[in-house]
């Protein structure tokens, strides 16, 4: 699984400023539910307003350290180090009272939302205009090189539901993960795992 950062998932707007961050799970018997608002999030850290505590700002690293200050506000847990499992999993972002989803279930949507797409049986139709061509033998050289380290067999374009597409025939089987771009210079991306024929 390609590792997604809350910085991603914001500058996609699957978070936007002013979610609210919802924790909720029971941890050892103990129910915990706690909001706090999303004021910024940065490359390696994030700002949360704590509605709990009179819109106190926190600067946190990570959602193990908002974590542990929730599980640290039941006396129980005052001395607890680490929370013992993925923090992606409890807490959720909500958005004017609807739940978008769980930051795992975002994390998932985003990693679909911007993998190419397997071709499937999708139909190729070849692209005619010879200035075409040229220009995309360019994308195809940028393609490649920028995603070297992946075995194909062949790159090609093609026009795919009446839209202009980068074709990758992928050399490894299906069941090795490729995650390739959705798009590549505003091209639509579809991966093949079929041999390349020509008729």
């Not at 699957?14 to 129910?31: A, F, H, M, P, S």
């Not at 795919?160 to 590549?184: G, N, R, T, W, Y």
Request: with cysteine; hydrophobic share 40%.
């Amino acid at each position: 699984m390609v590792d997604i950062s809350l910085k991603q998932l914001y500058d996609e707007k699957y978070i936007e400023q002013g979610n609210i961050l919802l924790y909720n799970r029971i941890y050892k018997d103990v129910k915990f539910t706690y909001e706090c608002k999303i004021k910024d999030i940065y490359e390696k850290k994030f700002l949360v307003v704590l509605t709990s505590a009179e819109n106190m700002e926190m600067l946190c690293n990570s959602l193990i350290d908002l974590e542990l200050y929730i599980l640290h506000s039941d006396i129980h847990f005052k001395d607890i180090l680490l929370s013992t499992e993925n923090p992606y999993d409890w807490f959720s972002i909500k958005d004017k009272d609807v739940i978008k989803g769980s930051i795992t279930e975002l994390k998932n949507q985003y990693v679909k939302d911007n993998t190419a797409k397997e071709l499937g049986r999708r139909k190729l139709y070849p692209i005619l205009d010879p200035y075409r061509s040229k220009f995309f033998d360019k994308v195809k050289n940028n393609f490649r090189m920028q995603f070297k380290k992946f075995s194909f067999s062949y790159v090609c374009e093609a026009l795919v539901d009446d839209k202009e597409a980068i074709i990758v025939f992928m050399d490894q089987l299906e069941e090795a993960s490729v995650h390739l771009p959705a798009k590549f210079e505003g091209f639509l991306v579809f991966i093949s795992y079929e041999v390349f024929q020509l008729h």
